[in-house]
């Protein structure tokens, strides 16, 4: 072959490299994606408390941090209000409310109840706590549960969303991280 | 990956066709070389050509046409010498197997024949700051692991480590945005902000690693405040073959394989041109502290480049592509939800999840990608000096997935990353070198970065787009026993921010501000050379640094680290004003001592300050840090001294002490290396049949407790001190020409537990435990050299 030949391929080689190398460019940066595209988010817990002598006496408490992990503190954070020595019944409610409409991801941990544990630790007058709800391996949940309150005064109430993925969960609070973690005043009168 | 299949497909079918080339030989006497002579250049015949085979001792001219004719060879290899009156004699191999016409392609320099001499004059590097080189053996030992770990050799130089395959190198304390890694030549622009960003650099692509310690903005560019980490090729074949290189690395710790080949060529028919391609695959598994294994610690790599140079005595071509991709585990028990799982693990004697040994990798892990293109051309301006432009794309990607995979099933089967960061760079230099003239030589140049950042998942860090621009001279005068350097150079920053800015109650509000920063830095330096036994320098530098984009805007959580950072966007650049004075002695070819001794006086020195409390999020309480700027003064000493006792036993030594300190609070810095000191007994083989160049040696490594840190400033206090052991052996035989050599080592011998302050891992877990290591590197002299049979 001849050596031009051989430069003509060289050449075109070259070329091909450069241009190959510049080809998927955008000179101009993209403006971020919106913010109600990011992965998902937790943002709010919502506790519904129905007491058990009087189903149509519903009390809320809510912790609100809007911008989630984001950093900037919470907004809105309720101290737990019951009367002293009585029953209650708890649903905990999971919001994303960065969404609209807004997503409820109470509905995703049920759906993956078999990784996630609710974990209650009172401390001072406060209640006693029992899970109610079971997963398929028949491991407590804690999406609904009992709260038996103490006599009048105050205390704190931790609650804590345990991800316990990959067979780590077996119904005590130790293994796996934190998902969500909200200690919040209770005040029993 | 698509893409490495294309280069890899344009280099083979460039390279084909040269390789076809080389075919069986066949035995007769009658055969003609017969073809023309032709100007380079213009293409033009050249008549009176004197053509002369050496082998033969004859001579054909070449007509008016330029033909030239020899009839009745033998087959054989021959070496052919061509003469013209106005060129440069020419001479080139050639493999006679059948009837051949050859045209021979001659510079032709009518009245320019000064060339030769001035391109055999070499340009003197542009720096009087001392080098410190890896040593080749210290290379080879560290084959396998990562670049971090190969510069460790160097006094001065640490690493920040994120367990054991994420490595950072700190040189004089700092590290990330403050020491500049210079790729084949090229700035490395990753996402170096992140202490858990180690440099997307393949180690096997470097032949030779050195570290210029000291402020160094005059000839690199901004950032360049602690040093400068220089990694650089091997040259291009410059005689015509085909030659490469296999090393095979095993390691026990993580039952890891490294295996790396490189191959390179010159061909006889294209004098100018020279190839190199290069490739390294990388698998490790999950490695283990001495009492436990470190689940999900397993990472991959897969490496390509490739070169091409063109380079006639005038000018030159050269062009590198390299591609970097590693996929890295993150050792499961690091990642923590918040400040009380964080507390949990260090209450923990052992780490909360441990598990088997996999070659698997799950979240939480990193992705990352790293993509190099560069083209350098050179051009010599006459007598006087060398021209070169640099063009160089650089584009790098990196997916941080988080432990846990999204609730949303239908987010879980998009497998997005849950951090994602994309850098794209296009850098120019244009450098002009100049010859000594009345004792000076230096050069001049400008350069140019712009660079795009875009992000997907959750905000870190915001999109942003910058230029930068600068401009540099530096003179170095030299007589005598005497060198002075002095350099100056301007730098200017321009960076535009696209971000969502939190306001209230989940509404956000895209913002787009503008920064710019501008700087004059200068840097003057003086060798004083006694003899060849003394080298005293002293080299003042200054060097500065804009506030990188997480300084100034990271807002929210770095889930590795369980920790809330805050960007601020009013900080200033920073700058250091650093000495260096350095003493080489070597009495004799025995001893080599060298004491190098530092100071840094840094002005709005940015760190991440803690602050008093904690920050109740949803997930529970996390610490938050704010990036400040304070004074900061860095003194310290690199020690380090070789004996050669006698032919077989040599003694190394090494220390480096650093004293950093917090002017404006008047406290100590955090995350500053401790005090270390290295020894090392080497006993070297004598010669035996084929085996050569084999030694023993042990070694040992001491590093302090870092008790100088600021008290209650950290998650869990500094580790004790630690000693560990080392064992090194290496030896190379010949097996038919080639020499092969073989490296065994033996890192953490006692199986030692410790914890070095400067693992993010230490919160969590033991140090790796013992690994041995076999290291295989086997030469490949083939084809073509005087066997390979032609057309």
């Known amino acids: 072959m001849k050596s031009n030949q051989y430069k003509l391929i060289l050449y075109a080689f070259m070329l091909l490299s450069v241009i190959w190398a510049c080809k998927k460019d955008e000179d101009q940066v993209k403006l971020p994606p919106s913010i109600l595209n990011s992965p998902e988010l937790i943002t709010s817990m919502v506790l519904r408390f129905t007491d058990s002598t009087n189903i149509s006496n519903i009390i809320f408490a809510e912790f609100r941090d809007p911008d989630g ?121 | 990956m698509r893409k490495l299949y294309v280069h890899i497909f344009f280099f083979i079918t460039a390279t ?72 440069q004699p020419l001479e080139e191999k050639i493999v006679l197997t059948k009837n051949t016409v050859k045209n021979f392609f001659q510079e032709h320099h009518a009245n320019q024949l000064n060339q030769v001499e001035v391109s055999a004059k070499k340009i003197e590097e542009q720096s009087i700051q001392i080098r410190n080189d890896v040593s080749a053996e210290k290379l080879n030992q560290s084959k396998g692991q990562s670049l971090g770990e190969a510069l460790k050799n160097i006094t001065g130089v640490t690493t920040l480590n994120t367990g054991n395959s994420i490595s950072k190198p700190i040189i004089h304390g700092m590290h990330s945005n403050r020491v500049l890694v210079i790729n084949n030549g090229i700035r490395q622009e990753g996402q170096q902000w992140g202490i858990e960003h180690a440099p997307e650099v393949d180690p096997f692509i470097a032949n030779k690693i050195s570290v210029i310690k000291g402020a160094n903005s005059v000839r690199y560019g901004s950032d360049a405040i602690a040093g400068v980490i ?19 690395v095993g390691m026990s710790n993580g039952k890891a394989g490294t295996s790396s080949a490189c191959l390179e060529g010159k061909f006889n028919e294209l004098k100018a041109f020279s190839w190199r391609v290069q490739g390294t695959l990388k698998q490790y598994g999950t490695v283990s502290a001495p009492n436990y294994i470190l689940i999900n610690t397993g990472s991959n790599e897969y490496n390509f480049s490739y070169a091409l140079g063109w380079k006639k005595e005038n000018y030159g071509i050269d062009i590198f592509y390299s591609q970097f991709n590693t996929t890295l585990g993150i050792f499961g028990a690091s990642h923590i939800g918040n400040l009380s799982d964080l507390k949990n693990a260090f209450k923990s004697e052992i780490p909360l999840e441990t598990g088997p040994f996999t070659y698997e990798i ?51 089967n998009l497998d997005k990353p849950d951090l994602q960061f994309e850098l794209t760079s296009h850098s120019t230099d244009l450098i002009w070198e100049h010859n000594s003239f009345k004792h000076f030589n230096g050069s001049i140049g400008v350069s140019g970065i712009t660079q795009g950042n875009t992000y997907e998942g959750r905000v870190l860090i915001p999109n942003f787009r910058s230029h930068n621009g600068g401009i540099f001279m530096i003179e170095r005068w030299r007589k005598n026993r005497f060198e002075l350097e002095g350099g100056v150079r301007y730098d200017y920053r321009w960076m535009q921010i696209y971000k969502y800015q939190y306001i209230a109650n989940a509404i956000y509000e895209l913002i787009s501000p503008i920064h710019k920063f501008e700087n004059i830095t200068g840097n003057l330096g003086a060798i004083f050379k ?43 650049s920073e700058r250091t004003n650093n000495i260096i004075f350095t003493t080489r002695y070597t009495p004799s070819k025995k001893l080599m001592v060298e004491i190098s001794t530092y100071y840094h006086y840094i002005t709005n020195f940015i760190y991440r300050k803690p602050s008093l409390y904690p920050i109740v999020t949803i997930h529970g309480a996390f610490p938050s840090f704010n990036y400040t700027q304070t004074d900061a003064s860095l003194l310290g000493c690199d020690f380090y ?50 085996i050569n160049s084999s030694y023993l040696s042990a070694s040992t490594l001491f590093v302090t ?25 290496s030896c190379s035989f010949k097996i038919k020409n080639q020499n092969i050599e073989l490296g065994f080592s033996i890192f953490n011998l006692l199986n030692q537990t410790y914890r070095d302050y400067l693992d993010r891992f230490r919160y969590f877990t033991d140090a790796i435990g013992k690994n041995y290591v076999v290291r295989l590197t086997v030469p490949l002299n083939i084809l073509i050299n005087n066997k390979s049979i032609k057309k």
């Not at chain 1, 029953?87 to 409610?93: A, E, M, P, Q, R």
């Not at chain 1, 780590?168 to 005043?185: A, H, R, Y």
């Not at chain 2, 070169?388 to 999204?406: C, F, G, I, V």
């Not at chain 2, 077989?648 to 300190?661: C, D």
């Open chain 2, 16 to 87: 084909n066709f040269l390789a076809q080339q080389i075919l069986l030989p066949k035995t007769e006497c009658n055969l003609s070389l017969q073809g023309k002579v032709i100007d380079e250049h213009d293409k033009s015949a050249l008549e009176l050509a004197t053509i002369y085979i050496k082998e033969l001792n004859t001579t054909a001219t070449s007509d008016e046409n330029g033909n030239y004719e020899f009839k009745n060879i033998c087959p054989g290899i021959y070496n052919i010498k061509i003469n013209h009156f106005n060129c």
């Open chain 2, 362 to 412: 799950v979240r939480p892990f990193q992705h990352i990608e790293h993509e190099l293109f560069k083209a350098k051309s050179y051009l010599l301006t006459g007598e006087n000096g060398k021209l070169s432009l640099t063009y160089a794309r650089q584009y790098n990607l990196r997916y941080e997935y988080d432990k846990h995979r999204p609730l949303d099933d239908s987010l879980v």
């Open chain 1, 69 to 189: 992990r984001g950093g900037n503190s919470y907004t809105k954070f309720d101290s737990i209000k019951l009367s002293s020595n009585k029953t209650y019944f708890l649903n905990v409610i999971i919001l994303d409310e960065t969404k609209n409409p807004l997503d409820t991801i109470s509905k995703e941990i049920l759906k993956e109840a078999k990784d996630h544990l609710f974990c209650f630790t009172p401390l001072g007058s406060s209640a006693v706590v029992t899970i109610t709800d079971k997963d398929e391996n028949n491991n407590p949940v804690g999406l609904q549960s009992k709260w038996r309150t103490s006599s009048a005064g105050n205390g704190f109430m931790k609650i804590v969303l345990k991800h316990q993925a990959n067979g780590l969960k077996n119904g005590t609070c130790s293994p796996g991280e934190t998902d969500i973690e909200v200690n919040f005043n209770t005040k029993i009168q």
């Open chain 2, 530 to 572: 006694k003899d060849s036994t003394l080298n005293i320098s002293l080299n003042f530098g200054s060097a500065w640094r804009a506030p990188s984009v997480n300084e100034l805007y990271s807002n929210g959580l770095h889930h590795g680290a369980a920790a809330l950072e805050f960007g601020n966007n009013k900080l200033q």
């Open chain 2, 230 to 248: 220089l990694v650089e090729a091997k040259p291009m074949r410059d005689s015509a073959g085909i030659s490469g290189e296999v090393n095979l």
């Open chain 2, 705 to 729: 407790k870092q008790w100088r840190v600021p008290a209650n400033s950290d998650f869990a206090p500094p580790p004790r001190e630690y000693f560990l052991f080392n064992i090194h052996s």
């Open chain 2, 641 to 690: 001294l070789n004996y050669k006792i006698n032919k077989q036993f040599e003694i190394t030594s090494k220390a480096s002490l650093l004293r950093a300190w917090d002017i404006t609070e008047n406290n100590w810095l955090m995350m500053m290396p401790s005090d270390r000191y290295e020894a090392e007994i080497i006993y070297r083989f004598k010669k035996y049949k084929k």
